[in-house]
DNA sequence: ATTAGCACTCATTTTTCAAGAGTGCTAATA
DNA sequence: TATTAGCACTCTTGAAAAATGAGTGCTAAT
């Protein structure tokens, strides 16, 4: 609003000192340790009155009138904001690549193990950060955004079925196996594989409009309400490949943190996690909001999902290289590291790409 | 081990009362509410006396002096073998299956809406069950026991890519997409096709030995190395396709129990229902365990998995055609209402095979 | 064999009290 | 004018004490 800064130098140390000691302690801090926590060479008594502006200004509050003051949504805003302007200029700071240099190569060996799907591995990647962060994780499987087709294969399986195998770009592949209500046979197969192929392949969902379905249809001719099938399954197929996935993994990590640990809030928390369902929002929220960094740190109230109110959430996007985006989150506490998170998840990031390659 | 039964039918009628009201109460029970209860007509004092013992006999315990009893892992066994054997003859209760009617009706319905896929399918029936029954749940894909390969089919995906569609009986399809050092051209892709087709079609995953696989390679001459890795990728795929899924559903119903909820029990819970690697315990011990009425029910101490000893737990095998076989488990406080838990699980085992025959 | 009566036990709840942490305000100080 | 020392006051926390009440075990009466 004003071109001056709302917060003058000592204030902001002040703030800064507070929440740090917060994050650590996790009880309400006073006056008397910030005077010696800092090296500002103050009397307690200062800083109560310093404190006491902060409260008006709404970056602190107490929870009753003898206790120390812990951070407002808005307090930690501001930490987090400072930090992340501070991390972009040095990326990682060296002690804390070291520091993580092992994790990570747990990480890779363990992930390079035994992992033969997309799934697995993201799976993995989830109860990784859950066990490395001691917060509750969320990872999606890539969202592709328009998938194209590459070819579709039809398989007679006897018995009235018949096998599809549709092929993706980026070799996504699905299968399907539908009844029919008559014998088919070899040579009609092979006309609607050719008759598929030549129409479809190389056209994203978007592309295989009326026109295009019902001039198939026409050019089938007995085989209509056949070939209408089949589109409809391709379709289908297609749109649930696109289907987002969520793994999830640390949900009782919550209860090593009291303010969440209450029966009410916990049911609630970890229900959300199982059900999944409204997690999308987060995804949403996440892929949306496209900062530089592809970290977004969400504070309490600001949560996107309505049940982690009491919670902060930082998420960030990952991206292979097709395009195909899917997000990573961690749910804790307000009083989370978000230091260490968001470095974490920036380490992860990078490094899920390069993996990703290997996989097919 | 005496031929005269150890309790007379007094001491059943009394133990039958106090676990039925602790099983609604979750109280201890005292003797003046039996003396009430029962249409034995006996003064506080008398049942105080055989309540007595009872606990001598081990079937009851006070949590202290001055407490009424709850029942022991005993005292449920008794009660539950003696429930087993009366459902056995009535199978299912009239005004149970009229109550339960609607249930499985809302069941179907909501099944056949938007289920496409089996394991969706099974995800809705552990969700359904969780809600109905106030109970967390798991359930599990069907086990195959000896999957026969259909056949395989390669196909060239380019840029020395292939991709193989291995068909098992029961058309249970999987993919698998390889990478060879060098591209492959039509001809070899055509070759390994009838290669592989005429030797493993119809073999069990046991009978792919050494001798087969070698014998192949030399088949193969040039592409041996190729055909090895061919090979490999089929078994792990078959192993993987019968690779045990495990879905679980209303976790946090453990917090409607007070006598779970304190956090560290409930925590070991979750857990166990998130990782979901232990539960395969109790998937076994259900398989092996072959009563006719394919339900199992384990009290405390008696069940397989290690952090439930709080709980009891009651399984149902169920069965498709094929002989393929999964697990339905309920998880629930010690006090469940083992009736309407057993009964539910007999319906939802019969309504499940129906509807898997819907499906494909 | 059953029951009434009574003393006793022990968990639970409520009340009371003391200790301690931290604040806000005022007056003194540099 | 900005800082600090000092003090009264507030409110949480924890422990101890007291009151409550449910339920038992035992004895003596029926």
Redesign the interface.
């Known amino acids: 609003m004003a071109d001056t800064p709302e917060l003058d130098e000592r204030k902001e140390t002040i703030l800064h000192a507070v929440i740090d000691t917060y994050l650590a302690t996790g009880e309400p801090v006073g006056s008397r340790t910030i005077s010696k926590y800092t090296d500002l060479k103050l009397s307690s008594a200062t800083i109560r009155n310093e404190m006491a502006d902060l409260e008006d200004m709404g970056y602190v509050v107490s929870p009753h009138t003898s206790a120390g003051r812990i951070p407002t949504d808005k307090g930690y805003r501001f930490y987090v904001n400072q930090m992340m302007s501070v991390m972009k200029d040095i990326n990682a700071r060296e002690e804390d690549v070291q520091e993580r240099e092992q994790e990570v190569q747990e990480m890779k060996k363990f992930l390079n193990e035994k992992v033969?799907?997309v799934d697995t591995l993201l799976q993995n990647v989830a109860k990784l950060l859950a066990n490395n962060t001691n917060y509750a994780t969320m990872v999606t499987t890539p969202q592709m955004s328009g998938n194209k087709l590459?070819f579709v294969?039809l398989?007679a399986?006897g018995d009235k079925?018949v096998?599809a195998?549709i092929?993706m770009d980026g070799?996504l592949?699905r299968?399907k196996?539908?009844?029919f209500s008559e014998e088919i046979t070899q040579e009609q197969i092979l006309k609607l594989n050719i008759l598929l192929n030549t129409t479809l392949n190389g056209l994203t969902l978007e592309q295989m409009n009326m026109s295009i379905i019902s001039k198939m249809e026409q050019q089938a001719g007995p085989h209509g309400p056949l070939v209408r099938e089949i589109l409809n399954a391709i379709v289908?197929t297609i749109q649930?490949a696109d289907h987002l996935q969520i793994y999830?993994?640390g949900?009782?990590n919550i209860?090593k943190y009291p303010e969440l640990?209450d029966?009410?809030t916990?049911?609630?928390l970890?229900?959300t996690l199982?059900e999944k369902q409204m997690l999308t929002n987060l995804v949403k929220a996440d892929l949306e909001g496209d900062n530089e960094t592809g970290i977004q740190v969400y504070i309490g109230e600001e949560t996107p999902v309505e049940t982690m109110k009491d919670c902060s959430v930082v998420t960030a996007t990952y991206e292979l290289q097709d395009g195909m985006k899917g997000t990573i989150g961690i749910i804790g506490p307000r009083r989370m590291d978000y230091e260490k998170v968001v470095g974490t998840l920036k380490t992860i990031r990078t490094e899920l790409d390069g993996m990703f390659k290997k996989q097919?």
Chains 1, 2 share one sequence.
């Open positions: 033969d799907r590459k294969q398989t399986l079925k096998l195998v092929v070799n592949i299968n196996v539908f009844d289908e649930n999830t993994s949900a009782t209860f640990s029966s009410s916990a049911s609630e970890i229900s199982e097919s």
